[in-house]
């Protein structure tokens, strides 16, 4: 059963420190996205991949964030210095041209839940 | 920027009851997904909705594609509490693979 996995599933951190999320993309999915959820703003695309190259990171802030993808089988969204107002949860999503179509269907991983004091 | 509108955006029921939430948006969409997430999970994609007029069931879900594309429906009859969750709908961005997400409608379904 292929799933989107991400680590950790939480964490708690103080303002200031870095935080590094991670993801690991259904094999083969060759197109990556990492979201941000909060109940204000809902779901907010911050960044995405295709083929490992950035396509796209004008949802994020450039200031304190940033997305990679290591390999075919990493990606991480880094977070420094972290501040509270990034309390959130962080989905990694990922699908490929065959899935996805026309239509774009998406695969979510469970989610990252970061709370920063 | 092109906001997709969902009502209402919460919603408590009893078990067995019906319901409808809605998607509405200014602008044309080529095409409407939904998805459904449940608590401490990501979004799960319950159905894509393509022509004008459209109407698709998934079991106990009936979901509309409004006549000129620019609106949605998702009813669900004989709500359970395992339908509890956020409902979002979602237009594709096209070639780019980008998805606009509503706000969602969260059901709350009690026994």
């Known amino acids: 059963d292929a799933r989107v996995t991400q680590t950790p599933r939480h964490k708690v951190t103080e303002m200031g420190q870095e935080v590094t999320m991670r993801c690991q993309p259904i094999?083969?999915?060759?197109?990556v996205f990492w979201y941000r959820q909060t109940m204000m703003q809902g779901l907010e695309l911050l960044a995405y991949f295709r083929n490992r190259a950035p396509l796209d990171d004008s949802g994020m802030p450039k200031d304190r964030f940033s997305a990679e993808m290591p390999d075919a089988t990493l990606a991480t969204l880094k977070i420094q210095p972290s501040e509270p107002r990034d309390s959130a949860v962080y989905f990694c999503?990922?699908?490929?041209?065959?899935?996805?179509?026309?239509?774009?269907?998406?695969?979510f991983g469970p989610g990252t839940r970061l709370t920063v004091l | 920027t092109q906001l997709l509108e969902q009502s209402p955006q919460f919603l408590s029921i009893q078990e067995g009851e019906n319901l409808t939430v809605y998607c509405n948006s200014s602008?044309?969409?080529?095409?409407l997904q939904w998805y459904r997430q449940e608590p401490g999970e990501g979004p799960v994609l319950l159905v894509t909705v393509v022509t004008g007029g459209e109407v698709k069931k998934l079991k106990r879900l009936t979901f509309q594609f409004g006549d000129a594309r620019k609106d949605s429906s998702l009813h669900i009859t004989a709500a359970q509490p395992g339908d509890t969750g956020l409902y979002l709908c979602?237009?594709?961005?096209?070639?780019?693979?980008?998805?606009?997400f509503g706000k969602g409608t969260l059901l709350t379904v009690n026994p």
């Open positions: 999503a990922s699908g490929s041209r065959l899935t996805q179509g026309p239509h774009n269907e998406q695969f």
């Open positions: 979602t237009r594709s961005g096209g070639s780019n693979y980008k998805l606009t």
């Open positions: 094999l083969g999915h060759n197109t």
């Open positions: 602008s044309v969409f080529s095409s």
